[in-house]
C-alpha cells in the first residue's frame, strides 16, 4: 500500500503563486510517473500535469508557461510550481502516482486532494 499526502493548496489572488507538494510513502519499489490533476466544480476532472521516473513532463495546454512540475526522486516527492495564477485555475488538486511495490506488482494512487482557490 502506498499513501500520497498533498500540501500547499489556499487562496491565493489572481497573478500570485503557489506551490503544491504531493509525497509518496510506503511498499515502494519505484514510481514510474507523478502527476496532478485538477477538478473544478461541476467539470470533470483534468490532467494538469505528469513527469516520469526518466524525468520527461508533459503539461495541459492550459498551463504552459506557467506551471511547473518538477520531482525528488530520494524522497518521492513531486511538485507543481503555479505561477501567474488565473480564476480558472481553481480547483481541488489531486497527486496521482503509478507505483511497483517491492513485490513487483504495480498500483496507481491518488492524493485526497487540496483545494486550491485563486480569486480576481
Known amino acids: 500500500q502506498v499513501q500520497l499526502v498533498e500540501s500547499g493548496g489556499g487562496l491565493v489572488q489572481a497573478g500570485g503563486s503557489l506551490r503544491l507538494s504531493c509525497a509518496a510513502s510506503?511498499?515502494?519499489?519505484?514510481?514510474?510517473?507523478m502527476g496532478w490533476y485538477r477538478q473544478a466544480p461541476g467539470k470533470q476532472r483534468e490532467s494538469v500535469a505528469t513527469?516520469?521516473?526518466?524525468?520527461?513532463?508533459n503539461y495541459a495546454d492550459s498551463v504552459k508557461g506557467r506551471f511547473t512540475i518538477s520531482r525528488d526522486s530520494a524522497k518521492n516527492t513531486v511538485f507543481l510550481q503555479m505561477n501567474s495564477l488565473k480564476p480558472e485555475d481553481t480547483a481541488v488538486y489531486y497527486c496521482d502516482a503509478d507505483v511497483t511495490h517491492i513485490s513487483r506488482s504495480s498500483s496507481h494512487y491518488w492524493g485526497q486532494g487540496t483545494q486550491v482557490t485563486v480569486s480576481s
Open positions: 510506503g511498499s515502494i519499489f519505484t514510481i514510474n510517473y
Open positions: 513527469i516520469t521516473s526518466g524525468g520527461m513532463t
